[in-house]
Structure formats: C-alpha cells, structure tokens
C-alpha cells in the first residue's frame, strides 16, 4: 500500500512523468523536484519551467532486500541517487542487476510503474533508470 | 489525398523465457511444441511494466524517431487487451507521457489482437477528414495466458506506435488503402473481471483466424486490383510461426516476403502489438519505393489489411530510435519462477 493521496501524486505527476522541473533564468539553476523561488537569487530570481535531459549518473545506491509493503514482489532491488547532467539529483529505482550497478554509471530514464494503491487503488507511474550503455544489466 | 505513416516506435520488453522452461514445468514436449507453434521464446515483462509503460516506451520513440512537436498529435487511441484499468484510460497516460496534451481527444481500443490497427484506421479517418493534424494509434500488451493453457506458451509482452498523417513531405510510407473483414465469431473472450482469456481450441483457426485474414486480404487485392507477387513484402498477425505462415501460403505470398516481418518465433504474441511490430520490423529493412501488405486479425472477429508504399523518407528517420531487431537482441533468459514472479502470478499476502 502507497500512503500518498491521488491529488497529490497528480499534482507532481508531469515532473514524474517527465522530468519537468524549473530552472532560475537568472542564475541559471536548475531545480528538480521543482521549486518555485530561486534559493540563491530569492526575489530577484526568475522561475521557469525546465524539461530534464534524463541522462545521469549513479552517486550511491543501496540493494533493498527487505521491502516496504507493497514492494515485496520486486526485492531483490536496487535504489540509488542518480545526478542529472544539468545538476539536480534525486533518488530512484534503478533497473539493474545488484551485481552490475556500479557507482559513476551513466543512466537513462524509463517510464515504469512506480506502485499502486493495492488491488482497488491507483496505479502511480512515473520516471526510473536503466543504465545508458545498454538496456541490459 | 495521401494518408500514412510520419513515424513508429517499438518497444519489447528484455526478458525471455524459452519453451523448454514452460514445457518443463507442465510436463508438455517442447520440441513439439516448438515445431507446432513456430516459437522458441516469448517477451516477458518486468515485475513494474504494463501494457501503459510500454505503449509510453512505444510512443516516445515514435515521436523522436520523426522529432515531431506531440503537440500536433491530435488524438491518441491506445488498442490492448490488457488494459492496466477497466475504467480510466491508458491513453491519457500516454499522450501526457509523450508531451501530447491537452488539446487532443484519446481513448482507449480494444478488439483482441487487432485494436492497434483498428486505432490507425480511426487515425486514417480523422486525418484524412481535417479533423486533427496528426493521429498517433498504438498496439501494446503485456497479453494474458493462463498458466497450463496453450496460449501460455506465446502470451508475450512488447508494444508499437505508428503516428498518422497526411502531409505528403512528412510520410516514410503511404498507406494506399485498407480494407476490413468482421464477423461475430466468438473463437476467444475474456469476461469482465477474469483474469485470463478463454478461446475456442481449433475453433481459432479456420472459422476465426483464416476466414477473417483471408477474406479481408483479398478484399483488399481486388479493391485495388493487385496481387501477392506486387508487393515485397507481407505481413499477417501472428499469433504464433505457423497461422501467418499457412495464410501467407494460402493467399499466395512467398516464404520471402513474410520472413522480415515473422518476429514472432523470437518475441512471441504480443497480441495487440502482434502485425503492427511485423510492420515496424519490415519498415526497418524495407527501401524506398517498397511495397508492404499486411493483414491483422482479432479474435471475435475481424480482420484489417492494409496496402503500404515506402517513401524516401524512410532512411533519414530509421536510425533515430531502436528497430524491432536490437529489441529483441541479446535478451536476458529467465526462468518459470522468475517470470511467473514478472508477470505477477505469485500472490503475497
């Protein structure tokens, strides 16, 4: 079961879908998950909306063999911290091999099923990474 | 007025299982099967994909193989059987996937293995019609076979999106015309709320598959006054090596103009996606000025077949996205376990 109200998931749902964040057209930061104030340029900042590459690369990565409910049916599996090349970083799933994940792997983005709300609820989809060179691992 | 194909876009999961691991399981003979069916491995989804992700895999390399603005998609109609909703369209989530919304209409199909064609004939209509610019029309499944029951062995997951327009600069092949073949056959269902499909045995074959296939095929020869041997090329569904094979024979087309588009041995039955990535796997090999025949079919039952001309469009846009051929490339093998873990059919309380 995935704790998250369905308005909530689809307010941030194109940044899931699609890597949208914002960039400050100021500073030139980019931002993901989107901000709507430049923490830098503050009220001299410009906010606008950005579309991520996708492409990235692996910071750090756990192996998760003891999953939260509703992600039992995936363990073994890997979650890590991926840097996009324009800057931001988050954390996401990445579809690969626990033996083949190597910090500093280049990775591209993929839309897959994030969770679902059980049998009954919504099924969230969203953005996760393979690695770049090729789609196996 | 010309109407066809800007673009297309396959995608096919990277997991495999071979016959032999289904076999051994269910104590069948594989290498009768094999020879049988005309399959040596089907597609397997991975534990987080669904006819949804790969109808959005499908769509985005259709759009970057022709670098399009999906803002000029003007519809989006997504044909599966597996839907991941009974209610709630696939197809929303793919147009907003794909950068398509939200000036545009969408639904989703469904009309067994052959939805995905009957969505580029809507397409065909509403662009010919002046209604929308352009029309993307997708076939995807991660399609359902009851474990034990034959269709277990070629129930496989991959998807396809053709995108539809009539600007003559911009087609990498004309469709010239199409041409369908229903009746109501009932040779495969799946009632509400079932989890697997149910069909009628051999009743599948010659009053659903044959009938439907050959009649809208030469429907379609006598419409434009043409034969098997005008074409390079043909392309029928396949649910399996042997119906596409047999029709092929039937309707008079050589083993030579089939072969580029039988991924099937390879990829298995991905139902919706099924002829369409036939098609995909031709257009990623055929020259300019080729001819294309194709014919779906979907249980039910109705057939659709199409006449298709390569333009010289074709070699500027091929390489922009994967073909049908490095999809299926260097799989990685999984078990019975580990697919039926894939496909979901192990319950965790």
């Not at chain 2, 794909?98 to 067994?112: L, N, Q, R, W, Y």
């Not at chain 2, 662009?127 to 995807?140: K, P, Q, R, T, W």
């Not at chain 2, 014919?295 to 010289?312: C, E, L, N, Q």
Request: proline fraction near 5%; include cysteine.
């Amino acid at each position: 079961m995935i704790i998250m109200s369905v308005p909530r998931f689809w307010r941030k749902q194109i940044a899931r879908y699609n890597l949208v964040g914002t960039q400050c057209k100021k500073c030139g930061e980019k931002f993901y998950p989107p901000r709507n104030m430049c923490p830098k340029c503050r009220r001299d900042g410009e906010i606008e909306e950005y579309k991520f590459s996708g492409k990235g690369e692996v910071v750090t990565y756990t192996v998760i063999h003891t999953a939260a409910e509703g992600f039992e049916g995936q363990t073994p599996y890997v979650l890590g911290i991926i840097k996009l090349e324009e800057g931001p970083s988050l954390t996401s799933q990445i579809i690969c091999d626990a033996e083949n994940v190597k910090i500093g792997m280049k990775v591209k983005p993929v839309f897959r099923k994030l969770g679902q709300d059980g049998e009954r609820g919504m099924i969230y989809y969203g953005t996760k990474f393979v690695p770049e060179s090729t789609d196996k691992c | 007025m010309s109407v066809g194909i800007v673009s297309y876009g396959a995608y096919v999961p990277k997991y495999r299982i071979k016959v032999e691991d289904i076999a051994r399981v269910w104590g069948d003979d594989a290498e009768i099967l094999k020879a049988g069916l005309m399959v040596n491995e089907k597609a397997v989804p991975d534990v987080d994909e669904d006819a949804a992700t790969i109808a959005v895999e499908a769509a985005r390399a259709a759009v970057n193989r022709s670098g399009i603005d999906a803002q000029r998609i003007g519809a989006v109609y997504t044909g599966s059987e597996s839907h991941p909703y009974a209610v709630k369209p696939t197809s929303t989530i793919v147009a907003e996937a794909t950068g398509a919304t939200p000036v545009m209409t969408a639904a989703d199909f469904e009309f067994a293995c052959k939805a995905g064609t009957a969505a580029v004939q809507a397409c065909m209509g509403l662009v010919n019609s002046g209604m929308i610019d352009l029309g993307m029309a997708i076939g995807a499944d991660v399609a359902q076979g009851a474990p034990g029951d034959a269709l277990e062995y070629t129930a496989a997951a991959g998807g396809v999106a053709y995108i539809i327009g009539n600007k003559e600069s911009e087609l990498v092949a004309v469709i010239e015309d199409t041409y369908s073949f229903t009746t109501d056959t009932p040779d495969f269902w799946r009632r509400e709320g079932m989890p697997y499909p149910e069909h009628g045995g051999r009743f599948t074959g010659e009053p659903g598959y044959f009938k439907h296939v050959t009649n809208a095929a030469k429907g379609l020869l006598n419409k434009l006054d043409a034969k098997p041997e005008d074409y390079d090329y043909a392309v029928f569904h396949q649910p399996n090596g042997k119906f596409p094979s047999r029709a092929a024979k039937m309707l008079g087309f050589s083993k030579e103009q089939i072969a580029p588009g039988l991924v099937v041995t390879r990829l298995g039955n991905t139902y919706s996606g099924s002829c369409m990535m036939g098609i995909a796997a031709t257009l990623d090999q055929a020259k300019p000025g080729d001819r294309i025949f194709a014919t779906a079919f979907g249980s039910g039952a109705g057939g659709d077949a199409f006449s298709i001309t390569v333009t010289d469009k074709i070699d500027e846009m091929r390489d922009n996205a994967p073909k049908v051929e490095e999809l299926l490339a260097d799989p990685i093998y999984v078990d019975y376990a580990t697919y039926a873990k894939h496909k979901g059919k192990i319950k965790i309380a």
